[in-house]
């Protein structure tokens, strides 16, 4: 019965999407980019740079460029579908499963969120995504919805996250992912074990299921080479954008902040400290 309803779930989702039943080959409507990370990783330049490539990433959005219709799911379903599914926890120490149980009343709250992003999509058969940093809080139910999706999954050193000065998805949702060990330590350490965990589950997950429709980038590299990065995107995206107009809107989308190694900045003993909380995520995206 659960898995007719799931199946049943992603029909509907594909009819409003294509307004009428498909098969075979996805198209542009069931192939949305989706960018995510965790907050303050820098998903707001790389959903420019979609926009500057021909997608259309939404129209009610906040000023970092998030998706308010997505966003009003992200603020009322992440709990309970961490809950629900410990999915975090299960790629977190080891290879998981591929489908996690979810909510029954999720699916359709998101196929409505989804209809109201794509309100303004002049054509429906366009390029299109959203971006929603918290998007990787529900990775394997957005995967298994859209199976087609292009996920671009965007990380920043650990070290600088556990100093951002935005912590909201650690506060709104560390209960649900750090292991009752870790929610009593010092701030800093919390948001770089809340960091590791949902990264390197997210990683592995992509990794193992979501293949050649994901994309791993590191903001450093963005900030340090804006113009091969943004390559990268538009290879992955398969776009026709001439690659000198997509290199210079790099060039100009692309500042990299002050905040940027903001952890060098620590003292050794402290920064020694956080590492060896977040060393396996440090190390697999290549920051140790």
């Keep these: 019965m659960k898995r ?4 049943a779930a992603r029909a509907e989702l594909r009819q ?40 259309y990433m939404g129209s009610n959005l906040n000023p970092a460029g998030d998706s308010l219709d997505l966003g009003r799911l992200m603020r009322h379903w992440p709990n ?7 999915w975090v926890d299960e790629m977190w120490r080891g290879p998981g499963r591929r489908r996690f149980p979810f909510p029954s009343a999720m699916a359709p709250d998101f196929t409505a969120a989804i209809e109201e992003h794509r309100r303004g999509l002049g054509d429906p ?11 990787i809080l529900l990775l394997p139910f957005v995967h298994e919805m859209l199976p087609s999706a292009r996920i671009v999954h ?12 935005n912590q909201n998805q650690v506060r709104r949702h560390g209960r649900k992912v750090l292991p009752p060990s870790d929610k009593r330590i010092a701030k800093a350490h919390a948001s770089i074990m809340f960091w590791a965990r949902l990264n390197l589950a997210a990683a592995r ?5 979501i293949g050649s429709n994901r994309l791993l980038l590191r ?6 080479d804006p113009g091969a990065t943004a390559m990268r995107l ?7 954008v001439p690659e000198d107009r997509i290199r210079a809107a790099a060039a100009e989308i692309v500042r990299p902040p002050d905040s940027l190694g903001r952890w060098r900045d620590r003292e050794s003993r402290r920064i020694r400290a956080i590492e060896r909380r977040g060393e396996p995520a440090l190390r697999e995206f290549g920051y140790l």
């Design 4 to 7: 007719a309803r799931r199946r």
């Design 16 to 55: 409003r999407l294509t307004g009428h039943w498909l098969r075979g080959r996805a198209g542009p409507a069931e192939r949305p980019l989706v960018i995510l990370g965790t907050g303050g990783s820098g998903t707001r330049a790389v959903a420019s740079l979609a926009r500057e490539a021909g997608y």
């Design 80 to 86: 309970r579908y961490l809950r629900v599914s410990n």
């Design 125 to 135: 058969r366009a390029a299109w995504g959203w971006k929603a940093p918290r998007t």
């Design 154 to 165: 965007l990380v920043r050193d650990g070290r600088d996250m556990a100093y951002s000065r």
């Design 205 to 209: 997950y992509g990794e193992r299921y």
């Design 219 to 224: 903001f450093e590299d963005l900030c340090a």
């Design 234 to 240: 538009v290879e992955f995206l398969q776009c026709s």
